[in-house]
């Protein structure tokens, strides 16, 4: 079995992009190959509000960005080359992703974790589902291995939010400052918008030293 880490932050389209990409690649090039997948959380907006942050405005405020999708071309662009429609001027809100990390890290002991992370993502991407809702999260969440009841009462808790506040804080600690970040068998790392071809390079590296 081979392990990979992924550091990734829910809103983040290059995260988006990686999680398709690995999967992929996992299906397409190591059919045979059993993975185990651990999630661990990043919090590139932890301040922003419950009612999201309107991402014309971040991209303005914080990088001077006055045409969004000139920001939205080159990521759009890769995951159309992996075969993902994505179009990033329909979710035009950056909300707090503290509740859904913790649903993400409460899904480990179910075996759903991966699974839940990427619909998840995808509820926010293509859906363009508000993923601070935790209504949103319950429904979700009620597909892999969790009650309604049970998911709200975790999105919830400011213990399971601490818990992944902390998580966080390991996360930068680990080195995962630019995502989405890869660690393959606790050794080869690679981050940011690599190709089908490298990801599949450092997977085979990976399987090579654990044989």
Known sequence: MLRIDLY????????????????????????????????????????????????????????????????????????????????????????????????????RERGTQHELAVAITKAYFISIRNIASADVLAEVGTGYGFGRDEALAIVRDPVWRARVEHEAENSAAAGARSVPHFVFAGGGAINGARSEDEIALFIRQAISTTE
């Open 8 to 107: 990734t932050e829910i809103t983040c389209p290059w995260c988006l992009v990686g999680q398709y990409r690995l999967d992929k690649v996992l299906e397409e090039r190591f059919t045979n190959l059993v993975v185990d997948i651990h999630h661990h959380p990043v919090l590139l907006m932890p301040n922003a509000p419950d009612a999201g942050l309107y991402i014309p405005d971040l991209l303005r405020g914080r990088y001077g960005v006055t045409d969004p999708k000139a920001a939205f071309a080159r990521p759009e662009a890769e995951a159309r080359a992996s075969g993902l429609n994505l179009d990033l001027s329909r979710q035009l809100y950056a909300y707090p992703t503290q509740a859904a990390h913790a649903l993400i890290e409460a899904a």
